[in-house]
């Protein structure tokens, strides 16, 4: 689900700067892992290392479930950079 939001939100943002479509697909996949990067530093200051996953007792568990967790995260960002064509084999000005 994650790679086909991510494809459309991608193809969206670069529908509307076609002529930068690079850097304003960049830019907002830039501020997509800013704002998940707060979110998940404010979890972890708000109740600790619980608030990610990281239960204590169980700490190699959490470590092994880890990239995991990370894959909804990767995938929306991989779909972001194939819909705003930036994962494309072709040129801008070739055809």
């Given at each position: ?81 194939w ?13």
């Amino acid at each position: 689900m994650g790679l086909i939001v991510g494809a459309f939100s991608g193809w969206i943002v670069a529908k509307f700067q076609p002529s930068h479509r690079v850097p304003i697909v960049l830019m907002f996949v830039a501020s997509l892992c800013g704002y998940w990067l707060f979110s998940l530093l404010f979890s972890i200051l708000k109740s600790g290392l619980v608030g990610v996953g990281i239960v204590p007792g169980h700490e190699i568990r959490s470590l092994l479930f880890l990239p995991f967790s990370f894959l909804p995260w990767v995938t929306s960002i991989v779909g972001i950079f194939w819909g705003g064509g930036l994962l494309d084999g072709r040129e801008e000005g070739k055809a």
